[in-house]
């Protein structure tokens, strides 16, 4: 997992794409409104370890370890927001493809940010779990640690962290296309909400905000489904030195964003 630790550099000031912050309370608009005060679910692709490893000299593993603290802040600043859903995109169906070096040592570091993290998770409430994880090539070491933290939050009423690993938004959605063929429901019976319905984790809401670190701007396979109609935002930080208040940029910026879904306002022209 694009999972880290904290380092004793500090957080270098990026430019700032986004507005100022809004004035006012926190309060949410009724949901119909085009604008929203927080995203109810937020994801993130954590984009940038290897880069922040090279721009130092360091090893890319150092990279990964660095993020550790970025994935911690994330947590707790989304938390304080309000937002009720998280999701940390760690590890990629494509990551496979990484030197085995690598990849042995993200599985490593994977497992023992979990266990680390498992009870201040625990402590604030936070419903855990983790999409994906169906690769043999999975130790069955962390497949356990895993299961173990879904099992020890599966009754908090927090936030959810969904930690996307092993992922790949088309494998889910051919996974969900067997299902529905396995059901045997007829062609004419099949939705949009009867297909989502055989997703992972169906009771998932969509994604309001994705947020992509490093300024890379692809979706790279990610919950094709559930962002169909998210607001991206691309800051050009990379993940290690990404924090709350960069957070908290990016949900106003959502904040200034009139979603449509495809309409107008009432006084549109079109």
């Known amino acids: 997992m694009a999972t880290q630790r904290a380092t004793g550099d500090s957080v270098s000031p990026a430019p700032s794409p986004f507005p100022a912050p809004l004035p006012g309370s926190a309060r949410r608009r009724p949901e119909g409104a085009g604008r929203r005060e927080v995203p109810r679910h937020v994801a993130c692709v954590m984009d940038g370890n290897g880069r922040w490893a090279t721009q130092r000299s ?68 936070i419903r855990c779990r983790f999409l994906g994880v169906t690769d043999p090539r999975i130790p069955a070491a962390l497949a356990r640690d895993f299961t173990d933290l879904t099992t020890l939050t599966g009754a908090n009423r927090g936030m959810t962290l969904t930690v996307a690993f092993d992922h790949g938004g088309r494998g889910d ?28 984790f169906p009771d998932t809401p969509d994604v309001d905000l994705v947020i992509r670190t490093s300024g890379e701007q692809r979706i790279s396979n990610f919950m094709l489904w559930q962002v169909a109609y998210a607001e991206w935002i691309f800051p050009p930080v990379l993940w290690p030195d990404f924090r709350a208040p960069h957070f908290v940029q990016c949900v106003h910026a959502y904040r200034q964003r009139d979603r449509r879904f495809g309409g107008v306002r009432p006084n549109g022209n079109g």
């Not at 660095?66 to 309000?82: C, F, L, S, Y």
């Open 58 to 125: 360091l090893p890319r593993t150092s990279g990964h370890r660095a993020a550790e603290a970025t994935v911690i802040d994330v947590i707790e600043a989304a938390r304080a927001a309000g937002v009720e859903w998280l999701t940390l995109y760690a590890f990629s169906t494509e990551n496979w493809r990484r030197p085995d070096e690598e990849v042995d040592f993200l599985l490593r570091l994977v497992r023992r940010v979990v266990r680390k993290h498992a009870p201040l998770l625990h402590a604030r409430g």
């Open 173 to 200: 959605i051919v996974e969900a296309a067997r299902s529905l063929i396995r059901s045997g429901l007829p062609a004419d019976g099949v939705d949009e909400e009867v297909f989502a319905a055989h997703l992972p």
